[in-house]
C-alpha cells in the first residue's frame, strides 16, 4: 500500500496512492488503522482520490474501520469527487459512511462530530447535576 500519513490532534489523514483499495491494500489498511487506534485515534480521514475501483474486500475492511470508529465515538471519512466511487460505496449500504468532496471538508466533520461529542457529554453531566439539584431543593 503506497501512501502517507498525517497525524493532528484530533485526526489521522492517510492518503493512498494506489488506484484500487482492495486485496493487499485493504488488509494493509486494516492493519495500519488498528495501530491508530490503538495510539488513541478514533478519527481517520482518508483521502481517496486516486482510487477508481474498491473490491469486495476493501468494502468489508471499510465496514469494520467504520464501525471500529463509531464505537470510539469517532468518525471515518472518505475523501473522494469520484462520482462512480461513491455511488459504488454508497451501493455497498456501510451504516453512517461518511463521504466527502475535499480533505478540507472532512476536516470539518471530524470537528464538528468533536464538538457534538462534547455536547453529549455535557448535557448528560447537566442531567446528573440537575438531578441532585432537584433533590437538594426538596
Given at each position: 500500500?503506497?501512501?502517507?500519513?498525517?497525524?493532528?490532534?484530533?485526526?489521522?489523514?492517510?492518503?493512498?496512492?494506489?488506484?484500487?483499495?482492495?486485496?493487499?491494500?485493504?488488509?494493509?489498511?486494516?492493519?495500519?488503522?488498528?495501530?491508530?487506534?490503538?495510539?488513541?485515534?478514533?478519527?481517520?480521514?482518508?483521502?481517496?482520490?486516486?482510487?477508481?475501483?474498491?473490491?469486495?474486500?476493501?468494502?468489508?475492511?471499510?465496514?469494520?474501520?467504520?464501525?471500529?470508529?463509531?464505537?470510539?465515538?469517532?468518525?471515518?471519512?472518505?475523501?473522494?469527487?469520484n462520482?462512480?466511487?461513491i455511488?459504488?460505496?454508497?451501493?455497498?449500504?456501510?451504516?453512517?459512511?461518511?463521504?466527502?468532496?475535499?480533505?478540507?471538508?472532512?476536516?470539518?466533520?471530524?470537528?464538528?462530530?468533536?464538538?457534538?461529542?462534547?455536547?453529549?457529554?455535557?448535557?448528560?453531566?447537566?442531567?446528573?447535576?440537575?438531578?441532585?439539584?432537584?433533590?437538594?431543593?426538596?
Amino acid at each position: 500500500m503506497n501512501y502517507t500519513i498525517e497525524r493532528n490532534e484530533q485526526y489521522a489523514l492517510i492518503r493512498l496512492a494506489d488506484s484500487e483499495f482492495g486485496g493487499d491494500i485493504s488488509t494493509d489498511f486494516e492493519t495500519l488503522s488498528r495501530t491508530l487506534f490503538r495510539s488513541g485515534y478514533s478519527n481517520i480521514i482518508v483521502d481517496i482520490a486516486p482510487v477508481q475501483a474498491v473490491d469486495q474486500a476493501g468494502i468489508t475492511i471499510i465496514r469494520k474501520i467504520n464501525r471500529q470508529c463509531s464505537n470510539e465515538l469517532g468518525l471515518l471519512v472518505l475523501v473522494t469527487k469520484n462520482d462512480e466511487l461513491i455511488e459504488f460505496l454508497d451501493k455497498a449500504n456501510i451504516s453512517d459512511l461518511t463521504i466527502l468532496p475535499t480533505v478540507e471538508e472532512a476536516v470539518d466533520a471530524v470537528f464538528m462530530n468533536e464538538l457534538e461529542n462534547d455536547f453529549r457529554s455535557e448535557d448528560d453531566d447537566e442531567y446528573d447535576a440537575g438531578g441532585s439539584i432537584s433533590r437538594d431543593a426538596e
